[in-house]
């Protein structure tokens, strides 16, 4: 199956910085990507989707100045956590999608962000 | 709202005991359902379920969709220790972005 890499695997920062998380698709060109959230114990919440070249679409109650969404290329997408807050602190995991409509979703392995 | 409801929300077994997972869903435009398998990084694909009846089956797990009755079973027979995870339910829609929508997962722990 096609590969999806996310870097970094857990990070650590202080409450009111600044984190970008990445999300590759190393061997297919990713039209769409979606960046979901778990929080413990909880299942994965779709936050937005990104188009390659266009803006995020984000889902209702997800704030998109304080999680910011580029897809700038066929292979890249990044989330950037604003002004980050404990409640922030979460389990986040992309996936990618290929151009054509049977293609499905493959999943990176996440990144684990705490907020002190 | 697109909803899918999985059940029990966890299950405690012992290895070689057979189990079976249970989801439900209301969507619109339903395209397909998908099983993953979560331990504790990413969900792994197990299975993509687009038609009603047609079993899918990897070694000793299957599963079957019923898209009259809205549900979808996934069965583990003879678990190991190793099947102990979080399985979950999505459904893809066939229209718009085509995200998919989680259910809240069956903890599953197979003792020895």
């Known amino acids: 199956g096609a590969v999806v890499s996310q870097h970094p695997s857990w990070v650590i920062c202080k409450s009111g910085t600044s984190v970008k998380i990445e999300c590759r698709s190393l061997d297919f060109q990713a039209t769409t990507m979606f960046w979901y959230r778990q929080f413990p114990k909880q299942s994965l919440m779709l936050m937005a989707t990104?188009?390659?070249?266009?803006?995020?679409?984000?889902e209702q109650g997800v704030e998109k100045d304080k999680f910011l969404i580029n897809h700038a290329s066929l292979t890249l997408s990044t989330l950037t956590v604003t002004s980050a807050h404990p409640e922030d602190s979460s389990f986040y995991i992309c996936?990618?999608?290929?151009?054509?409509?049977?293609?499905?979703?493959?999943f990176g392995p996440g990144t684990r962000l705490t907020v002190l | 709202e697109d909803k899918v409801v999985q059940s029990p929300l966890s299950l405690v077994v012992h290895e070689g005991d057979t189990v079976t997972l249970n989801c439900s869903y209301e969507v619109t435009n339903f395209r397909s359902l998908l099983w993953y398998k979560q331990e504790k990084k990413a969900p792994t694909f197990l299975f993509m379920l687009t038609s009603s009846g047609i079993e899918k089956k990897s070694g000793r797990l299957s599963s079957i969709l019923d898209k009259k009755e809205l549900f979808s079973i996934l069965n583990i027979t003879a678990t190991q220790t190793g099947d102990s995870a979080i399985y979950l339910c999505a459904v893809e829609v066939s229209t718009g972005r085509r995200a998919l929508t989680f259910g809240s997962g069956t903890r599953l722990q197979v003792q020895p």
């Open positions: 996936s990618a999608r290929g151009p054509s409509w049977d293609n499905e979703q493959f």
């Open positions: 990104s188009n390659e070249g266009s803006k995020a679409t984000y």
